[in-house]
T-cell receptor, first 117, second 114 residues
Framework: GAVVSQHPSRVICKSGTSVKIECRSL??????MFWYRQFPKQSLMLMAT?????????EQGVEKDKFLINHASLTLSTLTVTSAHPEDSSFYIC?????????????FGPGTRLTVL | AQSVTQPDIHITVSEGASLELRCNYS??????LFWYVQSPGQGLQLLLK??????LVQGIKGFEAEFKRSQSSFNLRKPSVHWSDAAEYFC????????????FGKGTTLSVSS
């Protein structure tokens, strides 16, 4: 089956620094990638939708200048949390879909645990 | 607006007993339906999905789900629960619109007692 990887799996950083999280589709070309955020004991909340070669579409309430998303190729999307603060600590999960159709299955990465001190 | 409801926040089932996790959706047409499982600190694993056809869907790990259009439901079932099934379960819906992401329910935590 399709595999999506995320790197790093866990990161701890100091407040004010920036952190980059990579999401890769290993065996398929992901036209669309999604970034979710999950707080403890809560569901996944969509942050943004990223289509290869175009700007990401952010959900309401998500600061695009704080959460920079780059989908530079069909197999890689990056999420950069800029000037991270403790409230940005969360579990970030990406997913990738081959094709733009909503009926195509999304494949999820294993997630990245971000802790901001 | 589209939404997914998982009415049960937490369910405890005895090992060997049957399980049913409820999921209801709100959408004008039939969406694509998914069930995912998440162990603590882990990503999501797809249990099963429904796109069309037979309304009873078989998945991995002995799970099945039944789509009932009249009730806008897609409940997950397992005839005999194992201790290793303890996890968080998410129902999700997808829509046949370009670029749209899955919408997740709030999840149901399954505990298994011995």
């Amino acid at each position: 089956g399709a595999v999506v990887s995320q790197h790093p799996s866990r990161v701890i950083c100091k407040s004010g620094t920036s952190v980059k999280i990579e999401c890769r589709s290993l065996d398929f070309q992901a036209t669309t990638m999604f970034w979710y955020r999950q707080f403890p004991k809560q569901s996944l909340m969509l942050m943004a939708t990223s289509n290869e070669g175009s700007k990401a579409t952010y959900e309401q309430g998500v600061e695009k200048d704080k959460f920079l998303i780059n989908h530079a190729s069909l197999t890689l999307s990056t999420l950069t949390v800029t000037s991270a603060h403790p409230e940005d600590s969360s579990f970030y999960i990406c997913s990738a879909r081959e094709g733009r159709g909503g009926g195509n299955e999304q494949f999820f990465g294993p997630g990245t645990r971000l802790t901001v001190l | 607006a589209q939404s997914v409801t998982q009415p049960d926040i937490h369910i405890t089932v005895s090992e060997g007993a049957s399980l049913e996790l409820r999921c209801n959706y709100s959408y004008g047409a039939t969406p694509y339906l998914f069930w995912y499982v998440q162990s603590p600190g882990q990503g999501l694993q797809l249990l099963l999905k429904y796109f069309s056809g037979d309304t009873l869907v078989q998945g991995i790990k002995g799970f099945e789900a039944e789509f009932k259009r009249s009730q806008s439901s897609f409940n997950l079932r397992k005839p005999s629960v194992h201790w290793s099934d303890a996890a968080e379960y998410f129902c999700a819906v997808g829509f046949n619109q370009a670029g749209t992401a899955l919408i997740f329910g709030k999840g149901t935590t399954l505990s298994v007692s011995s």
